[in-house]
């Protein structure tokens, strides 16, 4: 077989991901729906014009696509994508994810109702990786918690957007926590203890303005209310969470998960051993659109890699980066600029993976830091988009009773997490020189 030449950075190459990227924004803009179009259908769009403007003869393209869409990094995450549907659509059959929110109301006195759906969301969110799952989840609570006494739906919205994003950011089954530790090929354990330092304080801030924000609310809604849980159902997060945080493998994480959930319905009937088979299948098939979507964008990268459209924006952003911090700039800013283009923080991810990779090696980056930036601005910019997933579904339930700019307002932790990030990035080396002296 022949060897694939590399050819010379230039623009032309960044054509098909452009068109690909163009293709996704332009049709949710001018439907106003960012989800309309399929992302793995505008994949294909950029691969077909990659197909056509590259002089490879067509054996070669293809050999480049496969290679790409076959790469080890992709492979593993669309396996781990696979686990991870399977064991939220189990916990969601057995429960699970009604136990944690009746379980938190159950507890939450009114001075704390802010606080407490900040802590509720933020489990939820970490403990079944969406976020978009989270608000769907408890958006429709907390609207009818709005009204009652002095309760402001915009803090509470706030509150439920911040604690969704925060889960999200950290959890170890979430599709973008997956995305950037097998973009730099990091363990999820060391991205979470990365990623902890930067978003706990930031939490901590927050959810000392809500306490404040709460301390004069008075209202008997959550005293006439009765919730139905069982604490047990929620064994199988709590599991997934420990040993994820101690390192063990994330497929034998979510395999344990998995079998634990899967018992736990079987002996409490909710379903059969051959029912939750085809559960697990079910949450296979849920995962089918982001699967495909790494895949096809691996092989779309290496076409455009293979052709001098990575080296081409390497060179462009080298200009602006002097030091290991600019570089870690260099890379929120890449990532978040693709974010703001597409308003989808996994597939920015996966977009910008490779390219944050090559800076962080040549800088001498730590993997788990840059999975951790990459992770994080992702997170802020989808939280604060007003075309984003999360933002629209709140705002849509909200029925109109707030705009977007009470909720941006009020979502304190994605704005104090900015600032802490940008802060931390900026001071760590001064503090790290001080350690070693």
């Known amino acids: 077989m022949n060897k694939l030449k590399q050819i010379a950075p230039n623009f032309t190459a960044l054509i098909p991901l452009l068109v690909f990227v163009i293709t996704f924004l332009g049709i949710g803009i001018y439907k106003d729906d960012f989800y309309l179009l399929p992302a793995p259908i505008a994949v294909i769009v950029g691969i077909v014009v990659a197909f056509l403007i590259f002089k490879q003869s067509i054996n070669e393209k293809i050999e480049i696509l496969l290679k790409g869409c076959g790469d080890n990094k992709i492979l593993t995450m669309c396996l781990i994508y696979l686990l991870a549907g399977a064991f939220a659509a189990i916990t969601k059959s057995t429960g699970s994810v ?67 994003m925060f889960g999200d950011n950290l959890s170890v089954i979430s599709d973008t926590t997956i995305a950037a530790t097998q973009s730099l090929d990091c363990k999820m354990s060391d991205k979470f203890k990365e990623n902890i330092k930067i978003a706990l304080p930031a939490a901590l801030i927050t959810l000392v303005i809500l306490t404040v924000q709460g301390l004069d609310l008075s209202s008997s809604i959550l005293d006439d209310v009765d919730y139905d849980y069982s604490v047990i159902k929620i064994v199988p997060y709590i599991l997934v969470i420990l040993l994820s945080v101690i390192g063990v493998n994330v497929f034998v994480t979510l395999f344990f998960g998995i079998i634990s959930a899967g018992i736990l319905g079987v002996f409490d009937g909710d379903f059969t051993v051959m029912e939750s088979t085809r559960i697990a299948y079910t949450g296979f098939t849920n995962m089918t659109e982001i699967f495909l979507l790494s895949l096809l964008t691996g092989g779309l990268a290496a076409l455009v890699e293979r052709n001098g459209g990575i080296d081409y924006i390497l060179n462009k952003i080298k200009v602006l980066i002097k030091s290991k911090r600019s570089a870690q700039f260099g890379i929120a800013a890449l990532v978040s600029t693709i974010n703001m283009a597409i308003a989808n923080n996994t597939v920015s991810i996966i977009i910008s993976g490779p390219i944050a990779k090559t800076i962080n090696d040549e800088y001498g980056l730590t993997n788990r830091k840059t999975a951790s930036i990459l992770d994080v601005f992702a997170c802020i910019i989808q939280g604060i988009l007003p075309y984003g997933a999360q933002v629209l579904m709140i705002l849509s339930f909200s029925e109109g009773r707030i705009d977007y700019v009470d909720l941006i307002q009020n979502t304190w932790y994605l704005l104090i997490l900015f600032v802490t990030t940008i802060l931390l990035i900026s001071f760590e080396p001064l503090f790290t020189k001080k350690i070693k002296k």
């Open 98 to 164: 009604d136990a944690i929110v009746n379980l938190g109301m159950d507890y939450i006195a009114i001075q704390y109702i802010y606080l407490g759906i900040f802590l509720i969301a933020a489990f939820l969110s970490i403990s079944t990786g969406t976020s978009v799952g989270a608000i769907v989840t408890l958006a429709p609570i907390v609207v009818g918690f709005s009204g009652q006494g002095d309760i402001s739906l915009a803090v509470l919205c706030g509150a439920l957007l911040g604690g969704s």
